[in-house]
């Protein structure tokens, strides 16, 4: 499925003209996803405890790589949100007037295609540096002695 399409429409009483959009679900896909990205970042950050709470970390090259790691995967988070959502707001946003006495050409934007394809590759990235993250905390973590009853663990299972 393409772009949004735009044509250049006059009202009824023919005082105004309108951009007229063809539907597009683009709009609905790129909140769905910006929904989704912010509630796994939740799940890595509360199953982490957001890498500052909690017990301490065994110092070494496991914690440096988590700590790298937690920095990269909220960046790409934030460019990955940024964009989703500017394209959601964007796209969803096809309403431009243009009176009688204004006699500016309309202008029909519509939302590069690029757009919501970043913020699918950026939201890629955040869960390849997430997944790396979580399993660089863990090794951390279990080196420090801080996984239940002493051993390796997967810090999002249950707790008995």
Same mark, same amino acid.
């Given at each position: =499925?393409g772009?949004a399409? !735009?044509?250049? %429409?006059?009202? +009824?009483a023919? &005082?105004?003209d309108?951009c007229?959009?063809d539907?597009?679900?683009? %709009?609905?896909y790129?909140?769905?996803?910006l929904l989704?990205?912010?509630?796994?970042?939740?799940?890595v950050?509360?199953?982490?405890r957001?890498?500052c709470?909690?017990?301490? +970390?065994?110092? $070494?090259?496991s914690?440096?790589?988590?700590?790298?790691?937690? +920095?990269f995967s909220? #960046? %790409?988070?934030l460019v !990955?949100?940024a964009c989703l959502?500017? $394209?959601?707001?964007r @796209? !969803?946003?096809h309403?431009?007037?243009?009176?009688?006495? @204004?006699?500016?050409?309309l202008?029909? &934007?519509? #939302?590069?295609k690029?757009v919501?394809?970043a913020?699918?590759a950026?939201t890629?990235? %955040?869960?390849?540096l997430? &997944?790396?993250? *979580?399993?660089?905390?863990?090794?951390s973590?279990?080196?420090?002695?801080?996984?239940p *009853?002493?051993?390796s663990s997967?810090? =999002? $299972?249950?707790y @008995?």
């Amino acid at each position: =499925m393409g772009p949004a399409q !735009a044509t250049v %429409t006059p009202d +009824l009483a023919k &005082e105004y003209d309108y951009c007229f959009y063809d539907s597009d679900v683009a %709009t609905g896909y790129g909140v769905g996803a910006l929904l989704l990205l912010v509630a796994a970042q939740a799940v890595v950050m509360l199953a982490s405890r957001c890498f500052c709470c909690g017990r301490g +970390l065994k110092p $070494g090259g496991s914690r440096a790589c988590a700590l790298m790691l937690f +920095l990269f995967s909220w #960046l %790409t988070f934030l460019v !990955a949100a940024a964009c989703l959502l500017a $394209g959601s707001v964007r @796209n !969803a946003y096809h309403t431009r007037y243009r009176g009688i006495f @204004n006699g500016d050409p309309l202008s029909c &934007e519509t #939302l590069r295609k690029g757009v919501f394809a970043a913020g699918a590759a950026f939201t890629f990235f %955040t869960a390849i540096l997430s &997944e790396f993250y *979580y399993i660089s905390y863990s090794k951390s973590r279990d080196a420090a002695g801080g996984a239940p *009853y002493g051993g390796s663990s997967i810090g =999002m $299972g249950p707790y @008995n």
